[in-house]
C-alpha cells in the first residue's frame, strides 16, 4: 500500500472514532426560504432543492466537517410530543451553520415535516426548536451515485466536480480520476464542500475510484466509465454504482449502537 493509501486511512480510522449514529440532543431554527440551503457552502446549487424533497439543513462545523459531511442525512425530531412526531424527519446536509446558538438551521419544509399531523402551524411557531438527531441512511431509490461536471470546468486544463446522490451513510474522503482502461491515477482535491477537482485531466473518457468510510478503515468504490471523451462542464453523468455501505463506528455497542427513538 503506497502512502496516498495508507495516509487515506489513517485519516478514516481517525475520523470515525466518534459515534455519529448516537442520539444527540441539540436545538434547530429553521430559514423562510430554502434558497440560502440550496446556494450554501456544499456548492450543490438549485440541484439540493431536489434532495429528500427539499428537507436540507444547515449543520453546525462539527457536522459539516469542513465539508466531508455535506450530503450526509440525519433524523431529526423536536421534543415537545404535543407537537412533535416520534420519527421526526430525514434532512440532508446541504450548508454550513455559522451560527453558535443552533445544532441546525432547517428548510422550512423540514423544520415543518417534524410535527404532528395539523400541528405544523404551531411547530412553526416554536421558531427555535429543542431536538434530537442523529445520523442515518441516505436512501435514493432507483438513483445511482452521479456526477456533475463544474461550469468552471474547462477541457482540459481543469475538472471540477461534485457527487450526488450518494447513498448509504459514509463519507466521500478521497477521489482519484483517469482514463478509462489506464492505470495511471490522478487525484482531485476537495476545493470547497462537496467539490472536488484537478489541474491535471486526463484525455478521453474518464472513470473515478472514491475511498469512503465503509469500515473502520477505507472501501475504494470503483465507477468503471463515468464522463464520455466529449464531457461537457454543466452536466451530470450516471456513474453506474450506488454507495450502500454503513460506516462501522469504533464506540462499545452500549455507549450508542443503533439506537431507536423511543
Given at each position: 500500500m503506497?502512502f ?5 486511512l489513517?485519516?478514516i480510522i481517525s475520523?470515525?472514532s ?5 442520539i444527540?440532543?441539540?436545538k434547530?431554527a ?5 434558497a440560502?440551503?440550496s446556494s450554501?457552502?456544499?456548492?450543490y446549487?438549485?440541484?439540493a432543492?431536489g434532495?429528500?424533497?427539499?428537507r ?5 462545523s462539527?457536522?459539516?466537517r469542513?465539508g466531508?459531511g455535506c450530503?450526509?442525512?440525519?433524523q ?13 424527519t430525514t434532512?440532508v ?6 451560527s453558535?446558538?443552533t445544532?441546525f438551521?432547517?428548510?422550512d419544509?423540514?423544520?415543518?415535516a417534524?410535527a404532528l399531523?395539523?400541528?405544523e402551524q404551531d411547530v412553526?411557531k416554536l421558531?427555535v426548536?429543542d431536538?434530537?438527531?442523529k ?16 461550469d468552471?470546468s474547462q477541457k ?6 461534485k457527487?450526488?446522490f450518494?447513498?448509504?451513510q459514509?463519507d466521500?474522503?478521497?477521489?482519484d480520476v483517469a482514463q478509462?482502461?489506464s ?6 482535491s ?5 467539490v472536488?477537482?484537478?489541474s491535471?485531466?486526463p484525455a478521453g473518457?474518464?472513470?473515478f ?7 473502520y478503515d477505507?472501501?475504494?468504490i470503483w465507477?468503471?466509465?463515468v ?6 462542464a454543466g452536466a451530470i ?10 460506516a462501522k463506528e469504533?464506540?462499545p ?6 439506537q431507536?427513538?423511543?
Amino acid at each position: 500500500m503506497g502512502f496516498y493509501s495508507t495516509f487515506f486511512l489513517l485519516f478514516i480510522i481517525s475520523s470515525v472514532s466518534a459515534c455519529d449514529r448516537c442520539i444527540h440532543p441539540g436545538k434547530a431554527a429553521f430559514f423562510s426560504s430554502s434558497a440560502p440551503l440550496s446556494s450554501g457552502a456544499c456548492g450543490y446549487g438549485p440541484l439540493a432543492l431536489g434532495f429528500y424533497g427539499g428537507r436540507l439543513g444547515a449543520g453546525a462545523s462539527s457536522l459539516y466537517r469542513n465539508g466531508v459531511g455535506c450530503g450526509g442525512c440525519f433524523q431529526i425530531r423536536c421534543k415537545n410530543p404535543s407537537i412533535c412526531s416520534k420519527k421526526g424527519t430525514t434532512v440532508v446536509l446541504t450548508d454550513l451553520n455559522k451560527s453558535n446558538e443552533t445544532d441546525f438551521v432547517l428548510s422550512d419544509r423540514a423544520f415543518r415535516a417534524m410535527a404532528l399531523n395539523g400541528k405544523e402551524q404551531d411547530v412553526m411557531k416554536l421558531g427555535v426548536a429543542d431536538v434530537e438527531y442523529k445520523r442515518v441512511m441516505c436512501v435514493y431509490k432507483n438513483q445511482n451515485l452521479s456526477v456533475r461536471v463544474e461550469d468552471s470546468s474547462q477541457k482540459p486544463h481543469y475538472l471540477a466536480v461534485k457527487f450526488l446522490f450518494q447513498g448509504g451513510q459514509t463519507d466521500i474522503v478521497a477521489a482519484d480520476v483517469a482514463q478509462v482502461g489506464s492505470s495511471n491515477w490522478n487525484y482531485l482535491s476537495r476545493n470547497y464542500g462537496a467539490v472536488w477537482d484537478t489541474s491535471r485531466v486526463p484525455a478521453g473518457p474518464l472513470m473515478f475510484r472514491l475511498v469512503v468510510t465503509g469500515g473502520y478503515d477505507g472501501k475504494w468504490i470503483w465507477a468503471p466509465k463515468v464522463l464520455p471523451a466529449d464531457w461537457k462542464a454543466g452536466a451530470i453523468y450516471d456513474a453506474g454504482v450506488q454507495i450502500s455501505d454503513i460506516a462501522k463506528e469504533g464506540c462499545p455497542p452500549e455507549t450508542c449502537g443503533d439506537q431507536e427513538w423511543k
